[in-house]
């Protein structure tokens, strides 16, 4: 589970500062793609950068699971992105000399608490994380050899090699056609459902709304709305208590 409460986040401008999320609450919950959208400079991609730890809010607290994000050193949020957060970016940002393959087994070298029990897992299930991102028989393949889709899909699987229980993802179809933006959201809709992972999702694009379970609408830095699959909106839901 990964949750926002009450944050706050600003940044230096000028002689004073810009406010990029602001008093912000919202769930993530297992086996849920939670959408965040908005328009461009509303604060998504802050969100996403206070839910994978990489920047502390102001105010509020960030929880993954039990732990307070807010309130841990720098030391102890690398490793709690290491042991419990994938994030996938707007670019793929793969590394143009390793192959497929190679991409997703690097996770398995940033060590953690248990080094070699962490690469045991990652070098165990490679090539079953490829066969599930659609890349079977892709894996010798570097970035170069790849089109947009298929690196979006190998970021994918890189996200998930350590089986996070959070998993991030930013504008992941902005360099993708229609069709290839909606395999994307399918893909990243089924492995959520699979791997029961709290899955926030930043998209400007609604053209893929089916894919998410839930979305929230994202104005000014505040969540304006909250819609479920099944139609429930209200901008109060969004602060509602999880279940989980
Ligand atoms: P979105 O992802 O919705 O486009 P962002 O979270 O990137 O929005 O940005 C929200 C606001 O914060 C914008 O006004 C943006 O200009 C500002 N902002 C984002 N990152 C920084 C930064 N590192 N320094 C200063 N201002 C920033
Ligand atoms: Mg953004």
Redesign the pocket.
């Known amino acids: 589970m990964i949750r926002l409460d009450d944050a706050t986040l600003t940044?230096?401008?000028g002689a004073g500062r810009?406010t990029?999320?602001d008093h912000v609450s919202l769930t993530g919950k297992p086996g849920v793609v939670t959408g965040i959208t908005?328009?461009?400079?509303?604060?998504?991609?802050?969100?996403l950068?206070l839910a994978a730890t990489l920047i502390r809010p102001d105010s509020g607290h960030v929880w993954i699971g039990d732990v307070d994000a807010a309130k841990i050193s720098r030391r102890e949020a690398t490793d709690l992105r290491r042991d419990r957060i994938g994030i996938v970016f707007q670019q793929s940002n793969l590394i143009a000399s390793l192959t497929a393959r190679e991409q997703v087994e690097v996770m398995g070298e940033l060590g953690g608490h248990d080094e070699r029990a962490r690469r045991r897992l990652v070098r165990s299930h490679v090539e079953e994380l490829l066969d599930s991102v659609g890349l079977a028989g892709q894996g010798g393949k570097r970035p170069a050899q790849l089109s947009g889709g298929q690196r979006q899909r190998v970021a994918i699987a890189r996200a998930l090699a350590h089986e996070p229980e959070v998993l991030l993802i930013?504008e992941p179809t902005s360099a993708l056609d229609q069709e290839r933006g909606a395999e994307i959201m399918e893909l990243i809709h089924r492995l959520t459902h699979e791997r029961n992972t709290s899955t926030l999702l930043?998209t400007h694009d609604l053209v893929h709304r089916k894919s998410l379970d839930e979305l929230l609408t994202?104005v000014d830095?505040k969540i304006t709305e909250h819609t479920t699959q099944h139609g429930a909106s209200g901008a109060s839901a969004a602060a509602a208590p999880s279940a989980s």
């Open positions: 940044y230096p401008d810009i990029a999320v908005g328009p461009s400079g509303s604060g998504k991609s802050s969100i950068a930013d930043v994202v830095g």
